[in-house]
């Protein structure tokens, strides 16, 4: 049986467009909610709109480029260069308070909508050294969010434990592994679908589709 509603955050790259399948799967209501934070490749606003009206979900766009303002990163400055972190650091990628602020925001549309829950794609298997995408992050602030507004919202995280392979897998049992791989856009260098295939991003991508589908074609 189909719970009632959720919010979906929705950034119209993979591992949101498979949560999104997968919330379709389970509530009798879906809306998906993107933020704007001033990314540098806009065309990831763009594949959310166009995702989410061809699975007819009701889309909403929040401002968030307060978030560019205070962190500058290589996500939102084309002067910075995307790398990956070395010696403990954290990639240049990293977003400060980007889920906090995503999750949060999210909670309050909730709220205004009558969803009870949040679906986010975070993942702790697969997690580029982010520490707003650990499991005890997720159920932290999920108590708060909670208790700052006396509510019981329950934050999903279909991925949390799921390697990137097993990520194509999902979107595969819900018959959406094409879809997801034609139509998203994951790549920091803003290219839809299997991307640049060098950065970080689309070796990732590519390496769990790989294993896949050499897995699915020997089983």
């Given at each position: 049986?189909?719970?009632?509603k ?5 950034s ?6 498979t949560?999104?399948?997968?919330a379709?799967?389970?509530?009798k ?17 763009e594949?959310a709109?166009?995702?989410a009206?061809?699975l007819g979900?009701k ?8 978030l ?5 990163n ?6 910075i260069?995307?790398e ?17 602020l ?5 909670g309050v ?13 975070v ?5 580029s ?13 999920n ?6 507004m ?7 995280t ?20 094409e879809?997801?791989?034609?139509r998203t856009?994951t790549?920091?260098n803003g ?7 060098e950065c ?15 897995y699915?074609?020997?089983?």
């Amino acid at each position: 049986m189909k719970q009632e509603k959720a919010i979906v955050v929705f950034s119209g790259g993979q591992d949101s467009t498979t949560c999104l399948f997968w919330a379709k799967e389970r509530f009798k209501e879906v809306e998906a909610v993107t933020f704007d934070y001033g990314q540098r490749h806009r065309l990831e606003i763009e594949c959310a709109k166009v995702i989410a009206k061809e699975l007819g979900i009701k889309h909403h766009i929040l401002d968030m480029s307060l978030l560019n303002q205070l962190a500058p990163n290589a996500l939102t400055r084309q002067d910075i260069k995307v790398e990956d972190g070395e010696n403990g650091e954290l990639p240049s990628t990293f977003v400060p308070g980007r889920n906090l602020l995503f999750l949060s925001f999210a909670g309050v549309l909730a709220s205004q909508v009558g969803a009870k829950h949040i679906v986010t794609g975070v993942c702790e298997t697969d997690f580029s050294g982010y520490p707003d995408c650990r499991d005890v992050f997720i159920k932290s602030l999920n108590v708060t969010l909670n208790l700052s507004m006396d509510d019981s919202f329950v934050i999903d995280t279909p991925l949390m434990w799921l390697n990137k392979a097993q990520t194509w897998e999902l979107a595969d049992q819900f018959g959406a592994l094409e879809f997801v791989r034609e139509r998203t856009l994951t790549c920091y260098n803003g290219v839809i679908a299997d991307g640049c295939g060098e950065c970080p991003a689309c070796q990732l991508r590519k390496k769990g589709l790989d294993e896949y589908l050499s897995y699915r074609k020997e089983s």
